[in-house]
């Protein structure tokens, strides 16, 4: 769910749920699974869905959100709650003014991956769908977004139009995509809504807003709570690819996103997890003859990378989070030796999906970017 950071580096950091774990992320190996995962008590309802939105001092977004998921039509929705670990008063806020809410309390934040999936955990419905805590979703989303699963012809995930909060004309996220070098990027960020006026096929969904059957997620093993946040959605659509399910981006789900880009910051925090989570992501999930073959173009990637951060001063977190990618190393190939022997396609089918349009893709949202700062500062 997940996305932070100006979307000026969207192939760099990514932006989804950053409302959701910004903050200090727990220390590994104090018991991930110690921590109780407490929902609070709320009778269960048949479910087709479950919208699970995770949240970490977002309470002021939650009236908008959630009011939103209550509106929706044509299916029968449970709604989930993580709080992770909040100090705004976020768990007593929902439970007093939502009590239909199914709000489950973690005991230390777990980040968007870790927070998403102890939301799954509760979940009933035979779908989980993902939404970030500064959304408002049209009426329709989610009926849009269950007639686009097609599972008889693979499209297990589905993603939304992913449309600005304060101006619904212009794209946050039309799907994911993945470059073939190793980077993201975020498909018809700061186009005009017409630039993706159609349901297509699309690399990965943005966890930001999206859905999948609850037995895909769990059998591609959810989102990886090494990463924390910041580019768990690609991670997580990479693996279904490589099981063999497709991702659909379908253009009448819409979904108004209030977005770090509105806020316009880079912070080390997101460039950390964001450079860090893009080694790993592509050190486990890109198949063995893809790997070498595009490796000299990773590391040139790398080098550009660097430089963008240096002159955006943020070198040093830059640099912390490449040390730290081959610091978890040996164990990012341990998964990787698990995700290459379960999947069902290899480097022919997925190469057609990578794109290697990285340097009009950065100009382009580098533009955008600054145009949206400044309309943001003058307002």
């Known amino acids: 769910m997940r996305s932070s950071a100006s979307s000026t580096t969207r192939g760099f950091v990514t932006t989804c749920g950053r409302a959701a774990w910004r903050g200090r992320p727990r220390t590994r190996g104090r018991g991930r699974r110690a921590s109780p995962c407490t929902p609070m008590s709320r009778p269960r309802v048949p479910a087709d869905i479950s919208v699970i939105i995770v949240t970490w001092n977002g309470r002021q977004h939650l009236d908008v959100c959630l009011a939103s998921v209550e509106a929706q039509r044509g299916v029968a929705v449970e709604t989930i709650v993580v709080d992770n670990a909040s100090t705004d008063g976020t768990a007593e806020y929902v439970g007093g003014r939502f009590p239909r809410v199914k709000l489950v309390r973690l005991a230390e934040n777990r980040g968007f991956a870790g927070g998403s999936n102890a939301g799954v955990r509760e979940a009933s419905g035979r779908f989980v769908a993902f939404l970030n805590n500064d959304t408002s979703a049209d009426p329709g989303w989610l009926e849009a977004l269950r007639a686009g699963v097609d599972e008889a012809s693979g499209f297990a995930l589905v993603t939304s139009r992913i449309v600005y909060m304060h101006d619904p004309d212009i794209i946050d996220s039309a799907g994911d995509g993945v470059l073939r070098w190793g980077g993201a990027f975020k498909r018809h960020h700061g186009e005009p809504a017409s630039a993706a006026p159609d349901t297509r096929e699309v690399f990965g969904v943005c966890g930001a807003a999206c859905m999948m059957p609850k037995a895909v997620f769990d059998g591609i093993g959810g989102f990886d709570e090494d990463f924390f946040a910041s580019h768990e959605d ?146």
């Open 234 to 379: 690609v991670d997580l659509s990479y693996r279904a690819r490589l099981r063999g399910y497709r991702c659909r981006y379908v253009a009448d789900a819409i979904v108004r996103h209030v977005g770090s880009a509105t806020l316009g910051t880079v912070s080390a925090f997101s460039v950390f997890h964001g450079q860090r989570n893009l080694e790993w992501m592509y050190v486990k999930d890109t198949p063995g003859r893809l790997l070498w073959a595009t490796l000299p173009g990773h590391i040139v990637y790398d080098v550009a990378a660097g430089v963008h951060f240096a002159r955006i001063g943020m070198l040093r977190p830059y640099l912390r989070a490449k040390a730290a990618a081959l610091a978890g190393l040996r164990r990012m190939l341990r998964k990787r030796a698990a995700i290459q022997r379960a999947r069902r396609v290899g480097a022919s089918a997925i190469a057609p999906l990578l794109d290697t349009r990285w340097l009009s893709t950065k100009l382009r949202e580098k533009r955008f970017d600054a145009q949206l700062r400044g309309s943001v500062l003058q307002k």
